[in-house]
């Protein structure tokens, strides 16, 4: 997809600000949504610095396509937060800028979020570094525990135990269900919740290099399983079936016993739900170990650019100790594994969870993710809703590898 919007790509030649000690605007494009964690570390830093950031919201929606038809076009910004998912394809394409040898100089180089350096290389280089960083967790209420005889000060550690807590707090009312997950067609929502049980268990849905599928495996079996037991057993809402993502945070409601979120969801329960005691552990794996979804944002230089240096300074200022103190105290988990402690210190101790799922995390390498994983239509959001809610679950991985094969091989 990305290959196609990209041909006709031309690289434009952004206008200097005349004098050779005059202040650079580098222009930046986010994803809407982002938050304001980005927001603050771009005010401190136009507060402290002679560059500035001039920061543009661009829909999620639609960031892929309008940042690939303004490289085409020659309008492209400086910089991009990208979805690191997006990162590998723009990098195989050419757009963006080779960050390998100043990247591995920095003295924190080796502490940076290792999946999202991961998805920001491209043939041995670097070409994508982190900018924000999301993990998956799994989150329970404490008082529907207490409520249900449950320990509440005690994390569950695997998926029976799971489900038989799930049994006991579905026994307190026609409204309250023990697991929640939004399974009607949302494969970020299934990628980045439901792949973990599969991932900490030591297998995945496509190999290493991303050519091959490998779906059918007994630890997807297991998970879907664990799902479809759980559904049959009516512990889990109806609306969960039809659910695209709208209600991805049921949890919020206080009559969900059990849910699968991001690490975001902690602030947002801390600040916006002081009503909900909840607890926060790492997602089991379902044959043992632990997993999380590494997401977030990468930080990308369009090629070209006359502002890479003023851009490297923005960067070094965003992994500075006061710029991930600034995000992190708005919601984003340290970029930086060596300073993480001080930038969480002071901060809600349930994201000491969220940094430590960023060593078990993974995210899959592909330049297809969004044909492959997110597309609503695509196979892997179709096999996880016919797999769990079907009627045939050896159809549902037959289609689903198939499926998934093909979209590879007509990508290579």
């Known amino acids: 997809m990305i290959k196609r919007l990209l041909a006709a790509t031309g690289i434009a030649t952004l206008c200097l600000v005349s004098g050779a ?12 949504g982002i938050g304001d964690s980005f927001k603050k570390v771009v005010e401190a830093y136009n507060a402290s610095h002679e560059n500035q ?5 661009v829909p999620f929606s639609e960031l892929v396509q309008k940042y690939a038809t303004a490289i085409a ?8 937060s990208m979805d690191l998912i997006y990162t590998p394809a723009f990098a195989a394409a050419g757009q963006l800028e080779d960050l390998t040898d100043w990247a591995k100089q920095l003295p ?3 502490s940076l979020s290792p999946s999202h350096v991961r998805l920001g290389t491209y043939q041995d280089r670097i070409y994508g570094l982190p900018l924000s960083v999301e993990t998956s967790v799994f989150a329970w209420n404490k008082d529907l525990y207490k409520k249900a005889g449950l320990d509440p000060e005690k994390a569950p550690t695997n998926w029976e135990e799971i489900q038989l807590n799930a049994e006991k707090i579905r026994k307190l009312g026609d409204d309250i269900y023990g697991f929640y997950f939004s399974g009607g067609g949302c494969g970020g929502c299934m990628i980045f919740t439901f792949t973990p049980l599969v991932w900490g268990s030591g297998a995945d849905i496509l190999s290493a290099d991303g050519k091959q599928a490998t779906l059918d495996t007994p630890q997807m079996r297991k998970a879907v399983g664990i799902y479809r037991s759980m559904v ?80 490297k300074e923005f960067i070094e200022y965003v992994y500075s100790l006061e710029g991930q103190k600034v995000m992190a105290k708005y919601g984003s988990l340290p970029t930086r594994g060596d300073i993480a402690d001080k930038v969480l ?31 609503a239509n695509g196979p892997w959001a179709t096999f996880t ?28």
């Open 21 to 32: 000690s005059a202040a650079e605007k580098i222009e930046m494009w986010v994803r809407s």
């Open 53 to 57: 950031v001039v920061a543009t919201e």
């Open 385 to 412: 809703n016919a797999a769990i809610f079907g009627d045939d679950v050896d159809d549902a991985f037959a289609n689903a590898q198939s499926e998934m094969q093909s979209i590879i091989d007509s990508g290579q």
């Open 232 to 311: 049959e057993k009516d512990l889990v809402p109806a609306s969960a079936a039809s659910d695209n993502g709208v209600n991805f945070l049921s949890f919020t409601n206080g009559k969900i016993g059990q849910q699968s979120l991001g690490a975001f969801a902690i602030g947002t329960l801390v600040t916006e739900h002081p009503d909900i005691n909840f607890g926060v552990t790492l997602i089991p794996g379902v044959g043992g170990g632990t997993s999380s979804f590494a997401g977030g944002d990468n930080f990308v230089v369009t090629k070209g650019t006359k502002k890479l240096d003023a851009v």
């Open 345 to 375: 210190e002071g901060l809600d101790p349930r994201m000491q969870v969220g940094l430590k799922a960023i060593s078990v995390a993974k995210t899959p390498y592909t330049l297809q993710f969004n044909d492959l994983i997110n597309s």
């Open 73 to 80: 076009g020659g309008q492209a910004p400086d910089a991009l």
């Open 108 to 110: 924190y180089f080796n």
